[in-house]
């Protein structure tokens, strides 16, 4: 089975995981574009009424043209749920995102989430984090100095192009610099340190925060938190 294949198969296993009534974290990515789609499809055969909160413009475009409600993450009184993708997952749960340059809002959403659930093909699967470049999200003033820093910390910055000559901007404005950590141990350590550069606005370490992982290999694997 391919990664597509796995991806539909995890998303749909995630529909199983919603109830009529919640409020649902929309991740984003191709695999969460799955999982939202097979959400709105049952949601509409059952007559449950979901209620969306997106983790990009893209997400809640999606929904929003699919008919569900998508409402803004100050508009909730809480996230019952939140289904998305990753990039890098590893047997502590702990992962990379941001491949689609959607980790801020992600990882805004997934904080105040009462569970996470993250759906998978079997290739995001590591026995250590850092085969995926970790994307760090930078305000676009002194984000070259920004940069440097990092060089200087040894992770090889590469800022995310949009094309030849233009960075990439975030659905917040913000530039992507993807950070080598391949070399790195002590990932907590790093997430600190990067967190405490001035025009660093996040990075898309997650560590601790995914409750479970479903995998779309035939049957299904599920990793929940201990
Ligand atoms: O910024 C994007 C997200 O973190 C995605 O969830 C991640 O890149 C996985 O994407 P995909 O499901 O397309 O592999």
Redesign the pocket.
């Known amino acids: 089975m391919n990664a597509t294949e796995q991806?539909q198969r995890a998303a749909l296993a995630a529909v199983n995981e919603i109830q009529d009534g919640m409020v649902v974290g929309l991740?984003?990515?191709?695999?969460?574009a799955f999982f939202i789609r097979a959400l709105i499809e049952k949601a509409h055969a059952n007559g449950w009424q979901i209620t969306g909160v997106a983790t990009s413009k893209r997400s809640a475009e999606l929904a929003r043209t699919l008919g569900m409600v998508v409402k803004d993450i100050d508009e909730v009184n809480a996230i019952d749920v939140t289904v998305?993708?990753?990039?890098e997952f590893d047997s502590y749960l702990n992962g990379i995102?941001?491949?689609?340059?959607?980790?801020l809002y992600?990882k805004v959403v997934a904080l105040r989430s009462k569970k996470n659930i993250w759906i998978v093909d079997e290739s995001k699967q590591s026995n250590r984090l850092g085969s995926f470049p970790l994307p760090v999200e930078v305000i676009e003033f002194g984000a070259q100095q920004v940069a440097l820093t990092l060089q200087h910390m040894n992770l090889h910055p590469r800022f995310r192009m949009k094309n030849e000559r233009e960075h990439l901007l975030t659905d917040s404005g913000h530039n992507i610099i993807d950070v080598d950590i391949s070399h790195i141990t002590d990932l907590t350590t790093l997430a600190d340190q990067l967190k405490s550069i001035t025009g660093v606005v996040e990075h898309g370490l997650f560590i601790g925060i995914c409750d479970k992982v479903i995998i779309g290999t035939t049957p299904v694997q599920v990793l929940s938190k201990n």
């Open positions: 991806k991740g984003t990515g191709s695999t969460a998305d993708g990753a990039d995102k941001g491949g689609g340059a959607a980790l992600e």
